[in-house]
């Protein structure tokens, strides 16, 4: 049986979080789009690893043994009607496709709960694409509910996603 963990994530996990975001961008886009090469992501996430530019900003990981299936991201919450002592974001969490059904959703989930409950926060949020079926089961299975906030965001070339908000206490 393989172990089955969750840890904060290391620089030299950012090729195999590059391929992870990378392949959980392509199913997750309804059209296929030019997507950043994975050397450039790769970098992004080694500089996000090495200098977060907040203690409380972190990446943790979800491993198979020693490959990585999964991630989380997660720190202060950056809206603007958000405490940054009290309320948190999950900003993303992702599992790899054939990893999926393991519980590394889970684990991640608890791990990031651990994690802000560590630095002090009694809130949490994410932002979720209003269609993102499966991470809303996973956030509302574990007790997250809407809080009625949602949002339209359009990329670069004017496709608008539209996302809602859930939330939680940490007590």
Known sequence: MTDHGVRVAWARDAEA????????????????????????????WRRSLTA????????????????LVGYAVVGPDPDPDASPARDAQLAEIAVALPSRGRGHGSRLLHACVDTWRADGFEHATA??????????????????APDGAHR???DEDGTEVTQVRLHTALA
């Not at 932002?127 to 997250?144: C, M, Q």
């Open 17 to 44: 979080l590059a391929e992870l975001q990378l392949a959980t961008w392509t199913e997750r886009l309804a059209a296929p789009r030019a997507l950043p090469e994975a050397a450039d992501v790769a970098a992004a």
């Open 152 to 154: 339209a965001l359009a």
């Open 52 to 67: 977060p530019g907040d203690a409380r900003l972190r990446v943790l990981v979800a491993l198979e043994g020693d490959r």
């Open 127 to 144: 932002w979720l694409e209003s269609s993102d079926d499966p991470r809303r089961a996973l956030l509302t299975a574990a007790g997250w």
